[in-house]
């Protein structure tokens, strides 16, 4: 059910990339850094995926209840690449849309300055959790060997990685309530519109909701990761919130890139 899951998301995100590069094509526009970003952010979501199918091939790696620990450092290393890319891959279908957003937007300086604010502190924020995951323990053998085990003197106790990851998966989840929020009151304060028009455009624009709930659910399982005694199935659970939170980023951020369809629909409205 997990792989279903991840991969169907993957498949369905990867088709509304290539859809959005030959929207562009067509219509002779030029490939901006946001584009780039976000064909990075599928190939990590690819990546997720690969892994996400890996952890669960892997013998017991199947996610059973009542394993509390799974000593393989295949399981761990698996486990661990999959929750990085977790963090990576919607880190640069956010910053996509943010640039989208600065680029078509006609908001105020001050929100501009907060939005390149905001997307430098994505940066630094997600790219130092990364960081963490993988020298949580010193090196990669020891974080293979024992990072899923709590009490290990040469890893960073799970009570400050606890601490830390809410933190980032708190910062991610409001990061996109601010960008489903933000369109929508923009376009609501333009006056030279019809209400079905503004209607249409703020859906549009405002997909990233669904990201939001991912991430609320997120910050959910990451607390269930480092709280309860079976880490694997709650381990399952988060790989499927992890794959809808990354993948519903990239719809979010590529479904107004096709956007003649609707707004051209709108315009003659």
Same mark, same amino acid.
């Given at each position: 059910?997990?792989?279903?899951?991840?991969?169907?998301?993957?498949?369905?995100?990867?088709?509304?990339?290539?859809a959005?590069?030959?929207?562009?094509?067509?219509? +002779?526009?030029?490939?901006?850094?946001?584009?780039?970003?976000?064909?990075?952010?599928?190939?990590?979501?690819?990546?997720f #995926?690969?892994?996400?199918?890996?952890? $669960?091939?892997?013998?017991?790696?199947?996610?059973?209840?009542?394993l509390?620990?799974?000593?393989?450092?295949?399981?761990?290393?698996?486990?661990?690449?999959?929750?990085?890319? #977790?963090?990576?891959?919607?880190?640069?279908?956010?910053?996509?849309? $943010?640039?989208?957003?600065?680029?078509?937007?006609?908001?105020?300086?001050?929100?501009?300055?907060?939005?390149?604010?905001?997307?430098?502190?994505?940066?630094?924020?997600?790219?130092?959790?990364?960081?963490?995951?993988?020298?949580?323990? #010193?090196?990669?053998?020891?974080?293979?060997?024992?990072?899923?085990?709590?009490?290990?003197?040469?890893?960073?106790?799970?009570?400050?990685?606890?601490?830390? +990851?809410?933190?980032?998966?708190?910062?991610?989840?409001?990061?996109?309530?601010?960008?489903?929020?933000?369109?929508?009151?923009?376009?609501?304060?333009?006056?030279?519109?019809?209400?079905?028009?503004?209607?249409?455009?703020?859906?549009?624009? #405002?997909?990233?909701?669904? +990201?939001?709930?991912?991430?609320?659910?997120?910050?959910?399982?990451?607390?269930?990761?480092?709280?309860?005694?079976?880490?694997?199935?709650? +381990?399952?659970?988060?790989?499927?919130?992890?794959?809808?939170?990354?993948?519903?980023?990239?719809?979010?951020?590529?479904?107004?890139?096709?956007?003649?369809?609707?707004?051209?629909?709108?315009?003659?409205?």
């Amino acid at each position: 059910a997990t792989l279903t899951v991840v991969w169907v998301l993957t498949g369905f995100s990867c088709t509304m990339v290539v859809a959005r590069a030959i929207t562009k094509a067509i219509r +002779a526009s030029a490939i901006l850094v946001e584009d780039y970003l976000m064909l990075v952010s599928m190939i990590l979501a690819i990546l997720f #995926g690969v892994f996400t199918s890996l952890l $669960c091939s892997l013998p017991l790696g199947r996610l059973q209840p009542g394993l509390s620990s799974y000593p393989a450092p295949q399981f761990a290393r698996a486990l661990y690449i999959s929750h990085a890319l #977790g963090f990576m891959a919607p880190l640069f279908g956010r910053i996509s849309f $943010c640039l989208y957003m600065l680029r078509i937007l006609d908001i105020s300086l001050l929100t501009k300055l907060a939005m390149r604010a905001l997307i430098v502190l994505q940066l630094v924020v997600n790219l130092m959790m990364t960081v963490l995951v993988f020298t949580q323990c #010193g090196s990669f053998e020891a974080l293979w060997k024992h990072g899923l085990k709590p009490g290990v003197p040469s890893c960073i106790r799970h009570d400050v990685l606890r601490v830390i +990851a809410l933190s980032v998966v708190t910062f991610n989840a409001l990061t996109d309530l601010y960008m489903t929020i933000l369109p929508t009151v923009v376009v609501w304060k333009i006056q030279a519109m019809t209400a079905r028009k503004k209607c249409g455009i703020a859906v549009v624009l #405002g997909l990233s909701f669904f +990201a939001t709930i991912a991430s609320i659910c997120k910050i959910y399982y990451v607390n269930a990761l480092y709280t309860t005694q079976y880490v694997l199935p709650i +381990a399952e659970r988060l790989m499927i919130v992890m794959g809808a939170e990354i993948n519903t980023l990239i719809i979010a951020a590529s479904l107004p890139i096709l956007g003649p369809l609707f707004l051209h629909r709108f315009s003659r409205a």
